[in-house]
């Protein structure tokens, strides 16, 4: 193997890994001045030209020329026979300079000296990724699913490398096939034994917090400062923003005309419904804010991080939400712990049916709908025969109907 072939095999492993150029002359140098020090016990007196891009490979070794018996020190001095015989026209004090050439270290020595390159170069393309990444965590990145597994999917990156989306950090609708490109935000960058592992999500609030600041120039440009995200991936979240110029309202800006900016958001996370919201540092009015789209009658906040809040009877399911999805983001995002009451001037006059779903079963209360009993008191007025025969319903099950509806009034 001789120079050019060396170098021809390192260039072409450079381009594919894309290592710089100076780090590879560095490594290059770093490798043949271990050779040198290996033959001749030191790198001192020898000069190294690497050019990557032709493949040459030129080593020099540099000498004075003294007189034939007085060499003391063979690294640096050279005796006049003897550089006369590279150069007739030498004489005594030149500098003799000495082409080195590649196969007087030995095939065992070049092959050895390529492993080791190699192993250096794979090292650095580890390292840089590594650093790469680290550097970018909380960014957005594109990437190619090129294989899909059952606890994870494994993304390819514009340069090849090795991307990890668990499948913790992916919406639960979210469905990936080989080839299609995905967005989502670095979550994290760690070293098994030598080698990063880039882990990406798509459900960390940063990611939401990414697609608003790509989306909305006011919070790229600083104009705007979301103060706070919470999530429940592909259900619901709830942003809290801030605007430091009274011209600009955060709200509209975020949702943009008729939806235009969260629209595309609401679609990247698979229709999660977002809300947004202006923040305060009025704690009562904040609360409020993060209750929508729920009215509230009254409020009161405790020194605990605890608010009771007071709503009319049709407005207490819209504040708890679809499983109590609502109401648990609306206390992450205020930190406060929130109660929700019914407003007892309300209690007495009548409470809405869907107020009972946790008690009666949703094709129940359907049912009751279907004739015109919207409330609980429409219900009671009725008597439990009519009932049944006009909702289709057992007896049975109208009697407990009954008796959970009456128990609320007696509450």
């Not at 668990?166 to 098994?192: C, F, H, L, W």
């Not at 009751?368 to 007896?395: H, P």
Request: charged share 35%.
């Amino acid at each position: 193997m001789n120079s050019a072939e060396l170098i021809d095999s390192i260039s072409e492993f450079k381009d594919f890994k894309n290592i710089d150029r100076p780090t590879m002359m560095r490594v290059l140098e770093d490798v043949f001045k271990t050779l040198l020090r290996k033959k001749y016990g030191s790198d001192d007196h020898f000069d190294i030209i690497v050019n990557t891009d032709k493949g040459d490979l030129e080593i020099y070794r540099k000498r004075t020329i003294v007189e034939d018996e007085a060499v003391e020190d063979d690294l640096q001095e050279i005796s006049l026979s003897e550089a006369q015989l590279i150069d007739t026209d030498f004489e005594i004090g030149d500098e003799c300079y000495e082409t080195v050439k590649l196969e007087s270290f030995g095939r065992r020595a070049i092959l050895a000296a390529r492993q080791t390159l190699i192993s250096r170069i794979l090292e650095l393309e580890k390292d840089e990724v590594f650093k790469k990444y680290h550097d970018r965590i909380g960014e957005i990145v594109t990437a190619e699913v090129y294989q899909v597994w059952k606890k994870e999917a494994l993304l390819l990156d514009e340069d090849g490398n090795e991307l990890i989306l668990p499948k913790t950090e992916q919406i639960k609708s979210d469905y990936y096939e080989k080839g299609s490109n995905i967005r989502a935000v670095i979550k994290d960058v760690e070293m098994r034994g030598s080698n990063p592992r880039v882990i990406l999500s798509r459900v960390a609030s940063e990611f939401l917090g990414k697609l608003l600041e790509l989306e909305v120039p006011e919070i790229f440009d600083g104009l705007i400062t979301i103060k706070n995200i919470v999530r429940e991936p592909g259900e619901r979240a709830k942003v809290a923003v801030e605007s430091y110029d009274d011209r600009i309202d955060p709200v509209g800006a975020c949702v943009g005309m008729r939806g235009s900016r969260i629209h595309g958001i609401v679609r990247e996370l698979k229709n999660e419904n977002i809300d947004i919201i202006n923040y305060t540092n009025n704690i009562s009015l904040y609360v409020q804010r993060a209750l929508s789209p729920a009215k509230i009658s009254s409020i009161d906040i405790s020194d605990d991080k605890k608010a009771a809040v007071y709503l009319k009877p049709d407005q207490v399911s819209l504040a708890i939400g679809k499983g109590g999805l609502n109401i648990k983001l609306a206390s992450r995002l205020t930190g406060y712990e929130i109660n929700v009451y019914r407003d007892t001037d309300e209690i007495e006059d009548d409470v809405d049916l869907d107020e009972f779903t946790d008690e009666i079963a949703s094709w129940v209360i359907d049912s009751l709908k279907s004739i015109g009993c919207d409330t609980a008191k429409d219900v009671l007025s009725l008597d439990r025969d009519e009932i049944a025969r006009r909702a289709d319903l057992e007896e049975e099950t109208v009697d407990d109907v009954i008796k959970i509806l009456k128990e609320e009034f007696e509450q």
